[in-house]
Structure formats: C-alpha cells, structure tokens
C-alpha cells in the first residue's frame, strides 16, 4: 500500500536538482502509485514536514516567519490544480527526470 496520496492543491512550478538515484527513485514511486513524479515530490515533502517535530516546533518560531527563499519558483502563466481520488491517484505519464527536474510544489 502506497504512504502517499495525491489530492487537490494550488501548485507554483520550480527547479529543484536532484542525484540520479533520486530521480529515478521518484519516477519509480510514480509509476508504483499511478501519479506524476511533481505529485510524488510534493506528497513526500508535506509527509516529512507533518511528521517532523521539531520542524513544527520551528514553524512556531518568528525565525520560521524570517526564513530567506532560496527554491527557484518559475515565473509564467497561471498555475496549475492537480485532482485526484484519495485511493486512487490520476494516472500522468511522466518522462524521466533528469538531474535538474522541473517540480510542481504548494505554495501556502
């Protein structure tokens, strides 16, 4: 049974760098849930940042509020909504990631 679900969010698009060990683990992780390797990045980070107390704990802090941007978001058009059923992810076929793969993460 897969951890992650895939559900409805506003998403930004940025470049982000990955090892090559990394990029073809999230393409597999895609195909083993039937969803895009953006929705993977995503569901992955928001599970890691939920189950981290001490990140939590960090969030609460003003230096959370100060935090300096250092993701490269892409200026462009409108952003895009990604839908899918909690138990069963939308099916999005994907090109392999390369090193420096384009992702799709929430902006709150």
Known sequence: MPLLEVV??????????LTDLTATQVDQYAAFIRASADEVVEQALAYVFLKDRDFQDFL?????????????IRKGPVAQTTEASPKKPTTVPQPAVPTTAAVAGSKA
């Open 8 to 17: 409805q969010t506003r998403q930004v698009s940025a470049s982000i760098r």
């Open 60 to 72: 609460k802090t003003p230096q959370a509020k100060q935090a300096t941007s250092t993701l490269r």
